[in-house]
């Protein structure tokens, strides 16, 4: 499998409208290598799936500002699992307070990234994952 | 996923979608499994129309391949959607962006859209999208629509693949000597001059007619000799009057795409109707078992050479023994 890359869609539930944080990944995240699927805002957790499913991503990038992360992220996680996509790593970016970051991780999420994050952390822990 | 790839294969054929993106996985990543997938799909394929959209970046070409899908899903038809983006020639990584511009369509079960990275490849597509359209075309979409790389002169290879390959333009890129260069204006089945309400647009679609005109029976000729190689027989079909129309399109507010489908219809009905399609299909096939029997080849022979074989003949051309053609000889001994 040595044409592999890894793919990653990046995107952003509900509805606020701040997606520079998003194309600052995005753009990280091809300056590692990997091929990244930017779908921009305001997506449903029904669109990100989708597009997830579609693209056959093994990253899904959530960007999450509007402090809806505690309702979009369960449907998200829910929505992965119905698909039989659970191979699926989800990592949230935005900003989520510190008491909440144990909340997603028993949720499913693989990694949270708030403001201020290194973002060659970022592409460690992605390229770290167990990608199947 | 550990299921067989026959059996994601029977899966993708009545429609499930998960399965039919791990099939174009397969293939785009040149596994075992790829080639497996399209030993297996290839009997499946010939059925779908395929339509090539290319232009410069900026032109409005996701928008244009959104809009003529809406169009199409309306009258009922299903649509696969490929867009090609650019990888990074450094690091190798790409942002596709295409999909950002098709959401109008991304929730429908009758559209699937698959974005692929270009992965060195020249030419405005990737190595394997053409085999990605098989896949689409096997498992039933009546219409495959693919989208290229932002293109500029030379962006040629969707040509190639697709039935029907529309060229998107728009106003202010250029004037009437742009439009009598040799490339991707003489690749055009159909001309879509999109973003028409803005100025200019008489212009640009006046400098594209008179090309068109002047250029019609230096088509003819370009035409074969670009598609149509001579020693393939190909002066059999010397009638080829297709007169490329020029559509004026609004793509994000749905204007001009009912023409645009048209035109792109009445191409079609012209290459079924004259033969060239029957014709021109053998020629991609003929082009591609080349294609395919020179890299087969080539990594037969490159197993036979060893590493130390191949810095041995380098390092005499680099010292100016050995010229690169002797070169090719000397290593041609190890087949």
């Known amino acids: ?129 167990e990608i199947v | 996923m550990s299921m067989s790839v026959t059996e994601l294969v029977e899966k993708a054929r009545a429609g499930h979608r998960r399965s039919l993106a791990r099939l174009i996985s397969y293939v785009e990543n040149q596994t075992p499994e790829g080639a497996e997938v399209l030993h297996l799909l290839y009997p499946h394929t010939g059925h779908a129309y395929t339509v090539g959209v290319t232009g410069a970046p900026g032109t409005g070409k996701s928008c244009l391949v959104s809009s003529l899908t809406l169009h199409w899903r309306q009258q009922g038809y299903t649509v696969g959607i490929i867009a090609v ?89 250029g004037d009437d000597i742009q439009a009598i260069k040799a490339g991707i204006l003489e690749i055009a089945d159909v001309i879509a001059v999109n973003k028409a309400d803005r100025p200019g647009v008489k212009n640009t679609v006046r400098a594209l007619k008179a090309m068109l005109e002047l250029g019609h029976r230096k088509r003819v000729i370009s035409h074969h000799g670009m598609i149509m190689s001579q020693d393939d027989g190909a002066g059999t079909i010397v009638d080829d009057m297709w007169m490329v129309p020029i559509v004026e399109t609004i793509a994000t507010e749905h204007k001009g795409i009912d023409a645009l489908a048209e035109a792109i219809a009445s191409h079609r009905a012209y290459l079924e109707e004259s033969g060239t399609q029957l014709q021109l299909e053998r020629m991609r096939l003929r082009e591609e078992l080349m294609d395919r029997l020179q890299t087969t080849m080539l990594k037969d022979l490159l197993q036979n050479i060893d590493s130390k074989t191949l810095d041995d003949v380098l390092d005499q051309m680099v010292s100016r023994q050995l010229d690169p053609e002797s070169a090719v000889m000397q290593l041609l001994e190890y087949r």
């Open chain 1, 1 to 129: 499998m040595d044409n592999r890359k890894i793919r990653v869609l990046i995107a952003k539930p509900g509805l606020d409208g701040h997606d520079r944080g998003a194309k600052v990944i995005a753009r990280t995240l091809r300056d590692a290598g990997m091929e990244v699927i930017y779908t921009g805002l305001r997506q449903t957790p029904e669109m990100i799936i989708e597009a997830a499913s579609q693209e056959d991503v093994d990253v899904i990038g959530l960007s999450i500002l509007s402090g809806a992360h505690l309702a979009l992220t369960p449907r998200i996680m829910e929505l992965l699992h119905e698909k039989g996509m659970d191979d699926v790593a989800v990592i949230v970016g935005g900003i989520i307070p510190p008491e909440d970051v144990e909340k997603l991780k028993a949720m499913g999420v693989a990694g949270v990234f708030g403001p201020g994050s290194d973002t060659g952390e970022i592409v460690r822990f992605i390229q770290n994952l």
């Open chain 2, 85 to 173: 983006d650019p990888s990074s020639p450094f690091t190798g990584g790409a942002v596709l962006g295409d999909r950002f511009r098709m959401r109008e369509i991304s929730g429908d079960d009758g559209v699937f859209i698959r974005s692929m990275a270009s992965r060195g490849q020249l030419g405005g597509l990737a190595r394997t999208t053409f085999d990605v359209m098989r896949i689409m075309d096997a498992v039933g979409f009546d219409f495959v629509v693919v989208e290229t790389v932002g293109a500029g002169q030379n962006e040629v290879a969707i040509a190639k693949v697709a039935n029907t390959t529309v060229l998107v333009e728009a106003p202010g890129l």
